[in-house]
């Protein structure tokens, strides 16, 4: 079965770091490139992130760019989100989620998502 | 880079068949066709409806289909059933390589 499951979230100050994890299982993890998505209490789904699936190559969101850092450790079946410099608008619950293989312009797995709260 | 455009909410009778729209630009849902379609019951985690314009992936039931004309990409959901009520949010691959959803549409089967 193949599972994606998210952690890392928590309450942090305006100005503070976090890193989320993205643990893989029931699937070959380097086949698939990584998407990070989040979404804001009351909103949308909005995209931040991916990683192809040897870690070589990423693109990001304009807000995400300078601020988040995506990455993987295929030895561990992790994915990574570094997110650093964070205002109240980042404020969401961030999923993970796969591509499915030989295609990478869609997702076909979700974790559950990791709550992010930016507040004083 | 600015959300695509679907109407916050639609909605249709049991067995009806409703027609989702997604409006974006040339630089995304015209340019390519990599659009992708997710369903999401609140609380869960999205499900991935179609891909690439009009591909089904196993599993996902014959009455959803998609299509795209110009900019603007379409998700038909056919013979309507109460589980199909949900959000749906359309996604497309943009010029700049990276993604953008759209604003989500709130389906309800009356």
């Known amino acids: 079965e193949v599972q994606l499951v998210e952690s890392g979230g928590g309450l942090i100050q305006p100005g503070g770091s976090l890193r989320l994890s993205c643990v893989a299982s029931g699937f070959t993890f380097t086949d698939s490139w990584i998407h990070w998505v989040r979404q804001a209490p009351g909103t949308g789904l909005v995209w931040v992130s991916r990683i192809i699936g040897d870690g070589s190559g990423a693109d990001y969101a304009d807000y995400a760019k300078g601020r988040f850092t995506i990455s993987r450790d295929n030895t561990k079946n992790t994915a990574y989100l570094q997110m650093n410099s964070l205002t109240a608008e980042d404020t969401a619950i961030y999923y993970c989620?796969?591509?499915?293989?030989?295609?990478?312009?869609?997702?076909?797995?979700w974790g559950q998502g990791t709550m992010v709260t930016v507040s004083s | 880079q600015s959300a695509l455009t679907q109407p916050a909410s639609v909605s249709g009778s049991p067995g009806q068949s409703i027609t989702l729209s997604c409006t974006g630009t040339s630089s995304d849902v015209g340019g390519y066709n990599h659009v992708s379609w997710y369903q999401h019951h609140p609380g869960k985690a999205p499900k991935l409806m179609i891909y690439d314009v009009t591909n089904r992936p196993s599993g996902v039931s014959h009455r959803f289909s998609g299509s795209k004309s110009g900019n603007t990409a379409s998700l038909t959901i056919s013979g309507l059933q109460p589980e199909d009520e949900a959000d749906y949010y359309c996604s497309s691959f943009t010029s700049r390589h990276t993604y953008v959803f759209g604003t989500g549409t709130k389906v309800t089967v009356l």
């Open positions: 989620a796969k591509t499915p293989v030989g295609v990478a312009s869609a997702v076909d797995a």
